[in-house]
Antibody, heavy 118, light 108 residues
């Protein structure tokens, strides 16, 4: 069965970076892209960007351009999302999601809580 | 960016009721719209894709319709396990992908 397992919760200070991993199993990793979506406490869903697991092409939301990097390691079927220059309003649960078609998310990771606090 | 306006923002209904949520796009998005359910503390779950297609394994009481700018999500007979927050999501004219603000559904 398809599973996306994310790394554990992180606590970071403002200005630091965080790198969240998302290990996929149960399907051919390179056949689907991975998107990253975040959710601030009590708030809605916010799309951050997408990476092709086939060729590494990326598409980032303009809001995060210059601050986010998405990568994949096909040898371990793992996707990564690094967010730099963290601010308090980056405190959120970060989800990875398998992407099919243009941009439909059919399987999700369990979420990783990133807390940014001094 | 395409804005998605969902209504209502919250909803209370009884078991067995027909429930309807609407989503309006700020411009024509054809049928590039999905619906998700999110239960507290859990990741979202895809219910409907391309406006009206039921995702595999999703109960048939869930349905979606619409195209262009106006979309509707319906639960034909509300069940206790349907509580949660529902989001629409558009994927036309990327980037960015955008979500509606969510509709919180509770049982009366």
């Amino acid at each position: 069965q398809v599973q996306l397992v994310q790394s554990g919760a992180e606590v970071k200070k403002p200005g630091a970076s965080v790198k969240v991993s998302c290990k996929a199993s149960g399907y051919t990793f390179t056949s689907h892209g991975i998107s990253w979506v975040r959710q601030a406490p009590g708030q809605g869903l916010e799309w951050m960007g997408w990476i092709s697991a086939y060729n590494g092409n990326t598409n980032y939301a303009q809001k995060f351009q210059g601050r986010v990097t998405m990568t994949t390691d096909t040898s371990t079927s793992t996707a990564y999302m690094e967010l730099r220059s963290l601010r308090s309003d980056d405190t959120a649960v970060y989800y990875c999601a398998r992407t099919f078609g243009v941009a439909s998310f059919d399987y999700w990771g369990q979420g990783t809580l990133v807390t940014v606090s001094s | 960016d395409i804005q998605m306006t969902q209504s209502p923002s919250s909803l209370s209904a009884s078991v067995g009721d027909r429930v309807t949520i609407t989503c309006q796009a700020s411009q024509d998005i054809s049928n590039s719209l999905n619906w998700y359910q999110q239960k507290p503390g859990k990741a979202p779950n895809l219910l409907i894709y391309e406006a009206s297609n039921l995702e595999t394994g999703v109960p048939s009481r869930f349905s979606g319709s619409g195209s262009g700018t106006d979309f509707t999500f319906t639960i034909s007979s509300l069940q206790p396990e349907d509580i949660g927050t529902y989001y629409c999501q558009q994927y036309d004219n990327l980037p960015p992908i955008t979500f509606g603000q969510g509709t919180r559904l509770e049982i009366k």
